[in-house]
């Protein structure tokens, strides 16, 4: 997950401090030596974090002490305020046209990832019931605007083409289009150009003039180094951009480019992409990221992804199953399949308070998983529903059927055994809130 | 046009950032802290990253000391020649047949960069075969076929979501059939799942060791000059998988600096082979470690 490597250092300096309790200024010097290289390591801009750090020494050591906490707790406490007025302080939603469609052109340099982004973006508003239209102004990288077709198909959105010809005229088109087919939102695909190119951001200019876009989304690889607040500053001074979306914030991202944008351009983050799939996409809130970093879990996005992942309905009956001793193999299945709607475990885990950098998503094997689904899935219903049922001659079956050995499968079973019989401990005990059923 | 031209042009929006920098730094009168200071922010401000802006400067400082140096000019030799030093590499040179690889994570140009290749290896007389082994992002191998058209080269090619060994194996036969000179392998860019890549990856490794061991075998990674620090934790997952023979940098014509190459090199020793400076066809060149960082003081 993104800002690990960022978090891990944090905590190491934080941790470096608890021991200590209370801290002598020659001491709160050193941390801030720490934290600058860490923030430098994780590729936040240099000027940014030269200002970051004045400001929290001068916090740390000015008027601004509260009563009640040790320096610790305080720095840690400036730090994470600090952090989060850096990433703009409240989440700023997508512009909603007063008159549909809500025109939403897309921009960048070269290889940030804007054609995947228009797909994940119709992603979203597509499960907010919202009519989306693409229109394909790449005319110029081989083969992009193909991309946007199959991107589209992927999201069972329309790409409106027109091949290779002027993408000022295109856009133009597409609006006519998108008004034709009383599409709620357009979202214009423009290609990647450098920010220095002058020829290309006039092109930008002209796209922009002709159909007036209510959102100008700026979208930024979250590797860039220091540049990028040069490239973001670009493109605003140029375009007036309504917003940035980062993308790539899974892997070892560092995600240091997040802290320095808002910073530099005063314009918000409004999403992130962290994955390949068309449902890795979240709205950006700068102080659950903040508490990301400082490896103190995003409950909230954790409640949300679960809750898009099940219904209350389905929430309800699951609980009621676990009371009465009445989960079943098929159940399980479900479950697995939820989390992984939900994004994956590793992805999950980060989100939990206490996990944040502790667990990669490398630590946890996700073929194990889906030797647990084949597993399963060779099951009958009935023997899903009744596992006691499954003696020698079945589970010789089970294994020879998913691929697996007659071990892979008693062990299953026997952790389906055990697993139930803590639900039904942790259920009967009425740990109120333990809805999530892993 | 040349390497030092091209790569002047691409740089000189570069140079006004940090070459002023280098600059103000070295035209300041006494070589003091606050002339350290300076050059550490220019060259922490090129993506260069703590650790080799620290190693370096303290090479700097020591000899500074040693040689008793006060002038700013014989000072700022002393610094481009510890730069210089510290990214040059030998690279022995190319056998054909020749077989290289090249991966990356996404969005950093491997597609482009094969096109190019192919299109130098095409220049200097060889027959070349491309391999569209990135079969996982939407349309990758059109875009592939673009570029090979345009260089003159052929393609091999399967459906999306098909096997990318499989094309590598394909690849390989039908170049053995032609007698070709020049394999290049396009790969998927893909990070966040790291046990597929490097699965995919030594599968490809394999089936190259396996149906070419005579040739001549190398393994590139492609990485953004705009990337920042986060560029040393890609050469490492990816040489997990492969052994990295080198670096192909791309994207050194908008105002990004590169220096992270010198970050990798504190770590690594991992050679830049190829730069990327422009949209054309011709624009990747043989990369010079003096001209390089010449480029960036100038």
Same mark, same amino acid.
């Given at each position: 997950?993104?800002?690990?490597?960022?978090?891990?250092? @944090?905590?190491?300096?934080?941790?470096?401090?608890?021991?200590?309790?209370?801290?002598?200024?020659?001491?709160?010097?050193?941390?801030?030596?720490?934290?600058?290289?860490?923030?430098?390591?994780?590729?936040?801009?240099?000027?940014?974090?030269?200002?970051?750090?004045?400001?929290?020494?001068?916090?740390?050591?000015?008027?601004?002490?509260?009563?009640?906490?040790?320096?610790?707790?305080?720095?840690?406490?400036?730090?994470?305020?600090?952090?989060?007025?850096?990433?703009?302080?409240?989440?700023?939603?997508?512009?909603?046209?007063?008159?549909?469609?809500?025109? #939403?052109?897309?921009?960048?340099?070269?290889?940030?990832?804007?054609?995947?982004?228009?797909?994940?973006?119709?992603?979203?508003?597509?499960?907010?019931?919202?009519?989306? @239209?693409?229109?394909?102004?790449?005319?110029?990288?081989?083969?992009?605007?193909?991309?946007?077709? #199959?991107?589209?198909?992927?999201?069972?959105?329309?790409?409106?083409?027109?091949?290779?010809?002027?993408?000022?005229?295109?856009?133009?088109?597409?609006?006519?289009?998108?008004?034709?087919?009383?599409?709620?939102?357009?979202?214009?695909?423009?290609?990647?150009?450098?920010?220095?190119?002058?020829?290309?951001?006039?092109?930008?200019?002209?796209?922009?003039?002709?159909?007036?876009?209510?959102?100008?989304?700026?979208?930024?690889?979250?590797?860039?180094?220091?540049?990028?607040?040069?490239?973001?500053?670009?493109?605003?001074?140029?375009?007036?951009?309504?917003?940035?979306?980062?993308?790539?914030?899974?892997?070892?991202?560092?995600?240091?480019?997040?802290?320095?944008?808002?910073?530099?351009?005063?314009?918000? #983050?409004?999403?992130?992409?962290?994955?390949?799939?068309?449902?890795?996409?979240?709205?950006?809130?700068?102080?659950?990221?903040?508490?990301?970093?400082?490896?103190?879990?995003?409950?909230?996005?954790?409640?949300?992804?679960?809750?898009?992942?099940?219904?209350?309905?389905?929430?309800?009956?699951?609980?009621?199953?676990?009371?009465?001793?009445?989960?079943?193999?098929?159940?399980?299945?479900?479950?697995?399949?939820?989390?992984?709607?939900?994004?994956?475990?590793?992805?999950?885990?980060?989100?939990?308070?206490?996990?944040?950098?502790?667990?990669?998503?490398?630590?946890?094997?996700?073929?194990?998983?889906?030797?647990?689904?084949?597993?399963?899935?060779?099951?009958?219903?009935?023997?899903?529903?009744?596992?006691?049922?499954?003696?020698?001659?079945?589970?010789?079956? #089970?294994?020879?059927?998913?691929?697996?050995?007659?071990?892979?499968?008693?062990?299953?079973?026997?952790?389906?055994?055990?697993?139930?019989?803590?639900?039904?401990?942790?259920?009967?005990?009425?740990?109120?809130?333990?809805?999530?059923?892993? | 046009?040349?390497?030092?031209?091209?790569?002047?042009?691409?740089? *000189?929006?570069?140079?006004?950032?940090?070459?002023?920098? +280098?600059?103000?730094? +070295?035209?300041?009168?006494?070589?003091?802290?606050?002339?350290?200071?300076?050059?550490?922010?220019?060259?922490?401000?090129?993506?260069?990253?703590?650790?080799?802006?620290?190693?370096?400067?303290?090479?700097?400082?020591?000899?500074?000391?040693?040689?008793?140096?006060?002038?700013?000019?014989?000072?700022?030799?002393?610094?481009?020649?510890?730069?210089?030093?510290?990214?040059?590499?030998?690279?022995?040179?190319?056998?054909?047949?020749?077989?290289?690889?090249?991966?990356?994570?996404?969005?950093?140009?491997?597609?482009?960069?094969?096109?190019?290749?192919?299109?130098? +290896?095409?220049?200097?007389?060889?027959?070349?075969?491309?391999?569209?082994?990135?079969?996982?992002?939407?349309?990758?191998?059109?875009?592939?076929?673009?570029?090979?058209?345009?260089?003159?080269?052929?393609?091999? *090619?399967?459906?999306?979501?098909?096997?990318?060994?499989?094309?590598?194996?394909?690849?390989?036969?039908?170049?053995?059939?032609?007698?070709?000179?020049?394999?290049?392998?396009?790969?998927?860019?893909?990070?966040?799942?790291?046990?597929?890549?490097?699965?995919?990856?030594?599968?490809?490794?394999?089936?190259?060791?396996?149906?070419?061991?005579?040739?001549?075998?190398?393994?590139?990674?492609?990485?953004?000059?705009?990337?920042?620090?986060?560029?040393?934790?890609?050469?490492?997952? +990816?040489?997990?998988?492969?052994?990295?023979?080198?670096?192909?940098?791309?994207?050194?014509?908008?105002?990004?600096?590169?220096?992270?190459?010198?970050?990798?090199?504190?770590?690594?020793?991992?050679?830049?082979?190829?730069?990327?400076?422009?949209?054309?066809?011709?624009?990747?060149?043989?990369?010079?470690?003096?001209?390089?960082?010449?480029?960036?003081?100038?």
């Amino acid at each position: 997950m993104a800002f690990d490597n960022l978090s891990e250092k @944090l905590n190491h300096v934080f941790s470096k401090m608890r021991e200590k309790g209370k801290l002598t200024d020659l001491e709160v010097k050193q941390a801030m030596r720490e934290i600058r290289v860490a923030l430098l390591e994780a590729d936040v801009n240099y000027q940014v974090a030269k200002d970051f750090i004045n400001t929290v020494s001068e916090k740390a050591s000015g008027e601004d002490i509260l009563k009640g906490l040790n320096s610790t707790q305080q720095v840690i406490k400036i730090v994470n305020d600090e952090l989060i007025s850096l990433m703009g302080s409240t989440h700023s939603k997508l512009v909603v046209a007063d008159r549909p469609p809500t025109v #939403i052109m897309m921009c960048g340099l070269q290889g940030a990832g804007k054609t995947t982004m228009c797909g994940k973006l119709s992603q979203t508003l597509k499960k907010q019931n919202k009519k989306v @239209l693409l229109s394909a102004c790449d005319v110029y990288r081989p083969a992009a605007i193909k991309q946007l077709q #199959i991107v589209g198909e992927k999201v069972k959105t329309p790409v409106f083409t027109e091949g290779q010809i002027n993408p000022v005229k295109i856009a133009k088109d597409a609006l006519d289009e998108a008004k034709k087919q009383g599409a709620e939102v357009l979202i214009i695909d423009t290609a990647g150009r450098l920010h220095i190119d002058e020829k290309l951001m006039q092109e930008l200019l002209d796209i922009k003039s002709a159909v007036k876009p209510d959102e100008i989304l700026l979208v930024v690889d979250s590797m860039t180094g220091q540049d990028a607040v040069n490239v973001a500053d670009t493109f605003n001074k140029q375009l007036d951009i309504t917003g940035v979306i980062l993308t790539k914030l899974d892997g070892d991202t560092r995600g240091g480019a997040a802290l320095s944008i808002k910073a530099v351009t005063g314009k918000p #983050i409004k999403f992130i992409g962290s994955g390949e799939k068309m449902d890795d996409i979240e709205p950006f809130y700068p102080d659950r990221m903040a508490s990301r970093i400082l490896g103190m879990g995003d409950v909230m996005t954790l409640i949300e992804k679960a809750q898009e992942a099940f219904s209350e309905e389905e929430a309800i009956k699951l609980q009621k199953k676990m009371k009465n001793n009445s989960f079943t193999l098929q159940d399980y299945l479900n479950q697995l399949e939820s989390v992984r709607k939900m994004g994956g475990i590793g992805k999950l885990m980060q989100m939990i308070p206490g996990f944040g950098g502790k667990i990669s998503e490398d630590d946890i094997d996700e073929s194990k998983i889906a030797k647990t689904k084949a597993i399963i899935l060779s099951m009958t219903p009935e023997e899903r529903n009744n596992p006691d049922i499954i003696k020698a001659s079945r589970r010789k079956r #089970i294994a020879a059927g998913s691929g697996t050995t007659i071990q892979d499968v008693n062990q299953l079973l026997k952790q389906f055994d055990m697993s139930k019989e803590m639900m039904r401990r942790v259920s009967k005990n009425g740990m109120r809130g333990m809805k999530f059923p892993f | 046009m040349g390497f030092f031209s091209k790569l002047k042009e691409g740089l *000189k929006k570069t140079k006004d950032n940090i070459g002023k920098k +280098f600059f103000s730094a +070295f035209s300041g009168r006494a070589l003091d802290d606050e002339f350290y200071d300076s050059l550490e922010e220019a060259m922490l401000t090129a993506d260069m990253g703590v650790t080799a802006t620290e190693q370096i400067l303290d090479e700097f400082k020591d000899e500074v000391y040693k040689n008793k140096i006060t002038d700013p000019e014989k000072a700022k030799d002393l610094l481009k020649r510890i730069m210089v030093d510290s990214i040059s590499y030998e690279i022995p040179d190319y056998d054909y047949p020749l077989v290289i690889l090249l991966a990356g994570v996404n969005g950093v140009g491997k597609t482009t960069a094969v096109g190019k290749l192919a299109n130098h +290896f095409r220049s200097m007389g060889k027959s070349v075969v491309v391999a569209a082994a990135d079969t996982f992002r939407a349309a990758a191998s059109d875009q592939l076929e673009v570029w090979a058209e345009r260089a003159g080269v052929r393609i091999i *090619k399967h459906q999306e979501g098909s096997d990318p060994a499989s094309v590598v194996f394909d690849a390989i036969s039908s170049a053995k059939a032609r007698r070709d000179d020049v394999i290049l392998v396009d790969t998927a860019g893909r990070l966040h799942n790291k046990k597929n890549l490097m699965d995919e990856l030594r599968k490809i490794h394999k089936v190259i060791i396996r149906e070419l061991p005579e040739a001549d075998y190398r393994s590139y990674i492609v990485l953004d000059a705009t990337t920042g620090q986060n560029a040393l934790a890609q050469v490492e997952i +990816f040489a997990e998988a492969v052994d990295i023979d080198g670096i192909i940098l791309t994207k050194l014509d908008g105002t990004a600096k590169g220096g992270v190459v010198m970050a990798i090199s504190a770590e690594q020793e991992i050679p830049v082979v190829f730069v990327g400076v422009g949209e054309q066809i011709d624009d990747l060149l043989p990369f010079n470690p003096e001209e390089f960082v010449d480029a960036i003081f100038e």
